[in-house]
């Protein structure tokens, strides 16, 4: 490990609003100690809580913070070297709206209880166009969100993979789930500039954002609500697979398309 990242690390570990738990596995021996009491106990309001899963270097989770004092962002990722951007950031800037929690996101229900959490972001998540299962939005992890997200909670998608995004498409028609807002090109799309709720979305991008723009690839964006009670099957459809990786990087298969 370099000596950047330890540097990092041990920033980290004396930040009040970072949380690193060591016992992080499906089955934890004990219960995360803030698990149904984040906003009682660190945040110490009533106001709704905001998930941001794979933030990266929090840069979302910190724009979303600073643009919504009257909720609660907690930035969630595995890497902590990335996480410590954010993590500084909203330090220096003072923010006491905003924690970050280093996990694997397949064990997320293990520090969230029942209905403590309003909305979730997935902000340019891996497309795993081979692995519906590691899908973010896939029904796999639907059933994981709803152990913690308020019924009918918002999930918002922001990518730029078409293969992701026509996925979280076909998975709500599917489901029989309609979206509050989708479009595949949200910065040249009229009725966001107009919207003052989603509005705001316009004004953050991400470094890696900004890359696919200036690369000449879109932003897809899709909210909808994630209810409780009807029930999940993923879609048998075949998709068209991403021409690229990832910045910078060649497609990643031979195939042209995948379910």
């Known amino acids: 490990m370099s000596k950047n990242k330890l540097s990092k ?7 009040p609003h970072v949380f690193q738990p060591e016992d992080s596995t499906p089955t934890p021996s004990h219960t995360f100690k803030l698990k149904g009491r984040w906003a009682a106990e660190f945040f110490q309001n009533s106001n709704p809580i905001v998930l941001e899963l794979g933030c990266g270097r929090g840069e979302y989770t910190v724009g979303l913070a600073r643009r919504f004092p009257d909720k609660n962002f907690i930035g969630i990722d595995i890497k902590g070297a990335r996480m410590w951007t954010g993590a500084t950031e909203s330090l220096q800037l003072g923010l006491k709206n905003v924690a970050f929690l280093r996990t694997r996101i397949e064990f997320i229900e293990n520090f969230f209880a029942p209905d403590e959490v309003s909305e ?20 796999y992890f639907l059933e994981r969100y709803r152990k913690f997200l308020v019924h009918d909670g918002l999930v918002h998608v922001k990518t730029d993979s078409n293969f992701l995004f026509t996925y979280t498409e076909l998975m709500l028609q599917h489901n ?13 799309s009229p009725e966001f ?13 991400t470094y890696y954002e900004q890359q696919w723009l ?16 009807n029930p999940l099957a993923e879609p048998e459809v075949e ?5 690229y990786r990832s910045y910078a990087r060649n497609k990643r298969s031979s195939l042209d398309k995948a379910k």
Do not use: V
């Not at 979730?120 to 029904?139: G, I, N």
């Not at 919207?195 to 004004?203: A, H, I, M």
């Not at 998709?239 to 021409?243: A, C, M, Q, T």
């Open 9 to 15: 690390f041990a920033d980290m570990a004396t930040y």
């Open 120 to 139: 979730l972001w997935l902000t340019f998540s891996d497309p795993q166009m081979k692995k519906p299962t590691k899908r973010l939005t896939s029904t």
């Open 176 to 188: 029989n789930m309609e979206p509050l807002m989708t479009t595949r090109d949200l910065y040249n």
């Open 193 to 205: 500039a107009a919207d003052k709720q989603f509005s705001p979305l316009l004004q953050i991008q």
């Open 214 to 229: 200036a690369r000449g690839i879109p932003i897809k964006y899709i909210c909808f609500k994630l209810p409780h009670d």
């Open 239 to 243: 998709i068209e697979l991403d021409s």
